[in-house]
């Protein structure tokens, strides 16, 4: 249905658009957050370390440009490619002024092979004045926005610091569909107090949304982050593999066929990492849910109404 998949890759959809393999090239854009510049917070959100959500992404101290050349490089061993997305992961990469913005994002798309832009950034990060600039770059190139809602559930959103309520997203969602945005919404998988159910609640929710893609995250302890540091005062049930694996077979069914699949696991650096450790094998995980999908015979949007 999707090449060699049973669900809607994002591999398999950029190659309908430009009719050959895309990379993404992590960036750092040298930006912060208000969750941690003391707008609505210091610390974060609890899981998150001191490099933000891009422990693989390029050093804020390179330009633009040399973070994408030497990005090139480093992949260039992995896959043989010349074109490239711009993925401005770390942080909140629509937080800053307008002019450091556009330059920045101008520097980016002038790059040899770049095609496109993928924006990372939070729901109430999204200003006027940031969205005509979306706009006006979403008429030029190939654009994404990435918004990390990670759950539905008030409870959780409160524990993990997410700081903004469930309507904001719904307003990020709205104001971004009203321009022809695409959108990528970000959920985790395994946060501490939440059933099979709470997560699958949280799966449906988005899938009505429209949103253009989704990610799928494992909930994974790195040292250095605040979830560390209650984990072990309070330890709580981490998500084997196999669970997991049938937790996203379970939600991808859920999500309606045009939708994107960015990302089906999540991985954090080996160094930093407490748990759970069998996620460091992420081509284990993905070809477990390769292989469930396939003894369901079941695929995406198979419970779609």
Known sequence: MWGD????????E????????????????????PNRDGTIGYRGCIFCGEEGSGEFAGSRILTIKEQIQQQKEFLSNKWNTDKYIAYFQN??????????????????????GVVGLAIATRPDCLSEEVLELL??????T??????????????????????????????????????DIKVVTHLIFGLPNESKGDILDSVKYVANTNTWGIKFHLLYIQKGTDLYEYYLKSPFSILNRE?????????????????????????????LLLEPRWSLDK???????????????????LRVE
């Open 142 to 179: 190939y654009l994404w926005i990435e918004l990390g809602l990670q759950t539905i559930h008030g409870r959780t959103s409160k524990f993990i610091r997410r700081g903004y309520p469930l309507e904001t997203y719904n307003k990020a969602i709205g104001d971004l569909r009203n321009r």
């Open 283 to 301: 081509l284990r995980v993905l070809s477990g849910i390769d292989q469930e999908l396939k003894r369901r015979n079941s695929y995406q949007g």
């Open 91 to 112: 942080f909140t990469n629509t937080y800053s002024s307008y002019d450091n913005l556009r330059e920045k994002y101008y520097e980016a798309l002038s790059q040899e």
């Open 243 to 271: 669970d997991y694996i049938s937790l996203v077979v379970d939600g991808l069914e859920l999500l309606p066929k045009e939708m994107v699949i960015h990302r089906l696991t999540g991985d954090g650096k080996k160094n």
């Open 5 to 12: 998949k049973r669900y809607h890759t994002l591999n398999y």
């Open 135 to 140: 706009t006006e770059l979403n008429e030029q």
């Open 14 to 33: 950029l190659r309908k658009e430009f009719g050959e393999k895309i990379m993404k090239l992590s960036l750092d854009g040298g930006f912060t957050c």
